[in-house]
């Protein structure tokens, strides 16, 4: 069996080298526009400079003549009205409350997958990131409620915890060689245990009363989830209607829905259901037939034709493969339009003024890199963590400045903490908080980089020196 599959890989292989297309998927026209099109969304600094266009359109809408009506579209009701019954919701909330349930759906595929393969299962290097992430987060949230003792702002506390990942991201990448990868391996990982953060100051900071048969029901829900997926049900469909279901049940529980995402995350497998063995034997099955045309009518062979394309789609685990899917319509679909949604903010004169704008500054561009840095270096000192030696504490005060961009997730839990005037200085000290982190990061990591470069290029010039000076007692 082994002699004849041989013999038939040497025969693919030379009909490969006759005609190289042979070893790729068939093209159509259509592949001119998508395969860029691809190709562009795999590249993680457009999401970003996506996400600021739509936040600046936002901004710029806000602040001109169409202010009111752009406003009043995003109150727009929208729902089911039968009689007596009435399920309806503002356009906005539609988009925080249900849109955003994939966007943190994606986080908690993130979460899993880093959890299990990724950085965070190394534990004393996951401690330095999960040690820096905790001081990113009381650090601001101590200042800001220092400063809003007692006052109306006191409840907006979450609102200066969270990091911004496609923003810092995409200033990371901007800078090129003067950000070293290790130190975006550490802000994003920062960033997965900052979200878990974000998930829970969501789940009981701004959750209303909760509603316990409701909550009985979601959880019940999860737990069906859990038991079809041991029994081996992998149908997209069966999952999606579980999903709306236990959706609404949290949603009438009091809990925010959105924690429903981070549920249904974490309970996706992270293993394929076809090991590397059994597709490589499925695919050698398919590969032992002649060549012609055997895969039409109810026949055995078109059998085994469906189970090698199964096969081979389920040997990827289902966290990756949702990802890949829904990883391009987040972050080009779902965080634009809640920008778009939730960016407007008028600019005033007692909006700049307002003790909560203030706060809500102090705690992105002061707080954020003091905690970071803080808490990361106790965490070394103490031995709990290690620190790799190409990731300097200048480098990582850098991406603690670049973590003070909590855009998204700092105005989603400002529309679940404030209303009205506050809302309106809540939004207004985000927007000058994240130029200010944005502006400072890269500023700091641009020199570092260019000073490191410096010395390289000097280093070099001496030992070259030396080389020309020792030379001649050489000869």
Same mark, same amino acid.
């Not at 599959?5 to 042979?22: C, I, M, N, V």
């Not at 009205?81 to 906005?92: D, E, V, W």
């Not at 409350?97 to 994939?102: A, E, H, N, V, Y």
């Not at 032992?288 to 895969?295: D, E, I, L, S």
């Given at each position: 069996?082994?002699?004849?599959?041989?013999?038939?890989?040497?025969?693919?292989?030379?009909?490969?080298?006759?005609?190289?297309?042979?070893?790729?998927?068939?093209?159509?026209?259509?592949?001119?526009?998508?395969?860029?099109?691809?190709?562009?969304?795999?590249?993680?600094?457009?999401? &970003? $400079?996506? @996400?600021?266009? #739509?936040?600046?359109?936002?901004? *710029?809408?806000?602040?001109? !003549?169409? /202010?009111? +009506?752009?406003?009043?579209?995003?109150?727009?009701?929208?729902?089911?009205?039968?009689?007596?019954?009435?399920?309806?919701?503002?356009?906005?909330?539609?988009?925080?409350?249900?849109?955003?349930?994939?966007?943190?759906?994606?986080?908690?595929?993130?979460?899993?997958?880093?959890?299990?393969?990724?950085?965070?299962?190394?534990?004393?290097?996951?401690?330095?990131?999960?040690?820096?992430?905790?001081?990113?987060?009381?650090?601001?949230?101590?200042?800001?409620?220092?400063?809003?003792?007692?006052?109306?702002?006191?409840?907006?506390?979450?609102?200066?915890?969270?990091?911004?990942?496609?923003?810092?991201?995409?200033?990371?990448?901007?800078?090129?060689?003067?950000?070293?990868?290790?130190?975006?391996?550490?802000?994003?990982?920062?960033?997965?245990?900052?979200?878990? &953060? $974000?998930? @829970?100051?969501? #789940?009981?900071?701004?959750?209303? *009363?909760?509603?316990?048969? !409701?909550? /009985?029901? +979601?959880?019940?829900?999860?737990?069906?989830?859990?038991?079809?997926?041991?029994?081996?049900?992998?149908?997209?469909?069966?999952?999606?209607?579980?999903?709306?279901?236990?959706?609404?049940?949290?949603?009438?529980?009091?809990?925010?829905?959105?924690?429903?995402?981070?549920?249904?995350?974490?309970?996706?497998?992270?293993?394929?259901?076809?090991?590397?063995?059994?597709?490589?034997?499925?695919?050698?099955?398919?590969?032992?037939?002649?060549?012609?045309?055997?895969?039409?009518?109810?026949?055995?062979?078109?059998?085994?034709?469906?189970?090698?394309?199964?096969?081979?789609?389920?040997?990827?685990?289902?966290?990756?493969?949702?990802?890949?899917?829904?990883?391009?319509?987040?972050?080009?679909?779902?965080?634009?339009?809640?920008?778009?949604?939730?960016?407007?903010?008028?600019?005033? @004169?007692?909006?700049?003024?307002?003790?909560?704008?203030?706060?809500?500054?102090?705690?992105?561009?002061? +707080?954020?890199?003091?905690?970071?840095?803080?808490?990361?270096?106790?965490?070394?000192?103490?031995?709990?963590?290690?620190?790799?030696?190409?990731?300097?504490?200048?480098?990582?005060?850098?991406?603690?400045?670049?973590?003070?961009?909590?855009?998204?997730?700092?105005?989603?839990?400002?529309?679940?903490?404030?209303?009205?005037?506050?809302?309106?200085?809540?939004?207004?000290?985000?927007?000058?908080?994240?130029?200010?982190?944005?502006?400072?990061?890269?500023?700091?990591?641009?020199?570092?980089?260019?000073?490191?470069?410096?010395?390289?290029?000097?280093?070099?010039?001496?030992?070259?020196?030396?080389?020309?000076?020792?030379?001649?007692?050489?000869?």
């Amino acid at each position: 069996m082994f002699q004849a599959y041989a013999t038939e890989s040497a025969g693919l292989d030379q009909d490969q080298k006759a005609d190289p297309r042979l070893g790729r998927l068939p093209r159509e026209p259509i592949d001119r526009f998508t395969r860029p099109l691809a190709r562009f969304l795999r590249i993680e600094t457009v999401s &970003g $400079a996506v @996400l600021l266009i #739509a936040a600046m359109v936002a901004f *710029g809408l806000s602040n001109s !003549a169409w /202010a009111d +009506g752009f406003l009043a579209f995003w109150d727009t009701p929208i729902g089911l009205r039968t009689g007596s019954f009435q399920f309806q919701r503002p356009l906005r909330d539609w988009i925080n409350d249900g849109l955003m349930t994939f966007f943190f759906f994606v986080v908690a595929l993130e979460l899993k997958r880093e959890l299990v393969v990724g950085e965070l299962r190394e534990p004393r290097i996951a401690a330095l990131s999960i040690a820096a992430a905790a001081g990113g987060m009381l650090a601001p949230a101590a200042i800001y409620l220092v400063l809003q003792f007692g006052q109306p702002g006191e409840h907006g506390w979450g609102v200066v915890m969270a990091t911004d990942t496609a923003f810092v991201i995409g200033c990371l990448a901007l800078l090129g060689q003067n950000a070293p990868r290790r130190l975006r391996v550490f802000l994003l990982s920062l960033a997965v245990v900052d979200d878990i &953060g $974000a998930i @829970l100051v969501v #789940a009981i900071g701004y959750s209303s *009363g909760v509603g316990w048969i !409701a909550l /009985a029901v +979601g959880i019940t829900g999860l737990a069906v989830v859990y038991g079809l997926r041991q029994l081996g049900i992998r149908s997209v469909l069966v999952y999606v209607l579980a999903g709306i279901l236990i959706w609404l049940a949290i949603d009438a529980s009091g809990i925010h829905p959105t924690v429903a995402g981070v549920a249904l995350g974490l309970l996706t497998p992270t293993r394929g259901w076809v090991s590397d063995r059994r597709l490589r034997a499925i695919l050698r099955r398919v590969l032992a037939y002649p060549p012609g045309n055997h895969w039409s009518g109810d026949t055995e062979d078109r059998k085994l034709l469906r189970s090698a394309g199964k096969a081979a789609r389920e040997a990827l685990a289902p966290v990756e493969r949702l990802e890949l899917i829904l990883h391009p319509w987040v972050a080009f679909g779902v965080m634009p339009l809640f920008a778009l949604a939730n960016a407007g903010v008028h600019i005033s @004169l007692a909006g700049l003024a307002n003790p909560v704008t203030l706060a809500v500054v102090i705690g992105f561009t002061f +707080g954020k890199p003091v905690g970071i840095l803080a808490f990361a270096w106790l965490a070394v000192r103490l031995s709990v963590a290690v620190r790799p030696t190409a990731l300097g504490w200048g480098v990582m005060a850098g991406g603690g400045m670049l973590a003070g961009i909590g855009f998204t997730m700092a105005l989603f839990i400002a529309e679940l903490a404030f209303k009205d005037e506050l809302l309106e200085a809540a939004k207004l000290g985000i927007f000058i908080a994240s130029v200010i982190s944005a502006a400072g990061g890269f500023s700091l990591l641009a020199w570092l980089g260019h000073r490191d470069r410096d010395r390289s290029a000097m280093a070099r010039g001496v030992d070259a020196q030396r080389h020309e000076m020792m030379l001649p007692r050489a000869l």
